[in-house]
């Protein structure tokens, strides 16, 4: 009894090891029934490939989103983040020295679908982007390689550098629509492009830049309004936009939505943050004042004192 007890676990493993070296023995595994269906398994898979490989008519790409660091939570709930969407390209919002934009329809075949801003930075050889200087002065980058590489602009440097913005404007787009700044919703960062929440409307017109806009009395100071309250709040989360202008301001039904935020200043860390700070407000107050707005109102000075204050730098 005590014999066979101990004997079973090795005549078990004696009949397993017959059994692989059966299925790892060429000649059993030519044999015609083993042949055809690795015939078969091939078949399956090539089928798998190429449907794995074969977008539907117009697609672009497949979503990028598994792969790509995505937004913060919580997620709108127009957003789609199934890995069987695609993506489509619609047309271009705008193409600029620095970083084209380009609207994109992500969407599943027969499903649901949003519109996305796919803002691209540009690594290539003529790309000239005047915020480069001051932004990489000021950063550790951890690998000297890449040091080397930034500072001579090889292609695997400028190509850095664009990343280096995508992520940056990812970044603060992410701090920021956290703490309900009026900012499109960051869906994603991949490379050197950013998707973002497409502003416009059902026509997929992009929402005007505030430049663009034309509004009356009464419009001017609700405008004034939204944006003082923008400002107080990246403010109060240590922040100036730092290139802010009517052309990096979308009126979005009625709304103010701040973009193009890859440059934002960093109040507290930035030893020039007040100044930033002080040319932000400057800028835009300029704008109102030239489309009526009575400088009583937008006085920059008394402006840029209060969000020091609110910032803690006074
Ligand atoms: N989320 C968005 N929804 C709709 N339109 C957008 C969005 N983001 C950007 N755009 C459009 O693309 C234009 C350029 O975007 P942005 O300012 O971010 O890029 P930029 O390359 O820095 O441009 P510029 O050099 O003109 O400042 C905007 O003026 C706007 O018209
Ligand atoms: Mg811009």
């Given at each position: 009894m005590q014999y066979f007890d101990d004997d079973a676990p090795q005549v078990a493993k004696i009949r397993r090891r017959r059994f692989d070296d059966q299925l790892n023995d060429p000649q059993t595994r030519s044999g015609r029934l083993t042949e055809a269906e690795r015939e078969r398994l091939a078949r399956v898979r090539e089928d798998a490939y190429t449907a794995a490989q074969e977008l539907p008519p117009g697609a672009d790409r497949w979503s990028t989103w598994v792969d790509a660091a995505q937004g913060p939570h919580?997620?709108?709930?127009?957003?789609?983040?199934?890995?069987?969407?695609?993506?489509?390209?619609?047309?271009?919002?705008?193409?600029?020295?620095?970083?084209?934009?380009?609207?994109?329809?992500?969407?599943?075949?027969?499903?649901?679908?949003?519109?996305?801003?796919?803002?691209?930075?540009?690594?290539?050889?003529?790309?000239?982007?005047?915020?480069?200087?001051?932004?990489?002065?000021?950063?550790?980058?951890?690998?000297?390689?890449?040091?080397?590489?930034?500072?001579?602009?090889?292609e695997f440097g400028r190509n850095l550098i664009a990343e280096q913005w995508a992520v940056a404007e990812f970044a603060a787009l992410s701090r920021l629509w956290s703490v309900g700044a009026p900012v499109p919703y960051p869906v994603q960062r991949d490379g050197t492009e950013v998707l973002l929440e497409f502003l416009g409307d059902a026509d997929r017109q992009g929402s005007p830049r505030l430049a663009q806009a034309r509004p009356g009395p009464v419009e001017l100071r609700e405008f004034w309004a939204q944006l003082v309250a923008a400002l107080e709040l990246f403010a109060a989360h240590g922040f100036t936009h730092g290139d802010l202008s009517a052309y990096n301001i979308l009126v979005h039904d009625g709304q103010l939505v701040l973009i193009d935020l890859p440059q934002v200043v960093d109040l507290i860390a930035n030893p020039a943050g007040a100044e930033y700070l002080a040319r932000d407000v400057a800028n835009i107050a300029r704008w109102f004042t030239a489309r009526g707005l009575s400088e009583q109102v937008t006085d920059p000075g008394a402006l840029t004192a209060h969000l020091v204050g609110i910032a803690g730098l006074g």
């Open positions: 919580p997620r709108p709930d127009w957003l789609v983040v199934d890995a069987a969407a695609v993506d489509t390209e619609l047309g271009v919002l705008k193409t600029g020295k620095e970083a084209d934009v380009f609207v994109i329809e992500r969407g599943v075949p027969g499903g649901e679908r949003c519109l996305l801003a796919a803002k691209r930075y540009r690594s290539g050889e003529h790309r000239m982007f005047h915020r480069d200087a001051g932004y990489l002065e000021g950063r550790q980058m951890r690998r000297s390689r890449e040091n080397r590489a930034i500072a001579n602009r090889t």
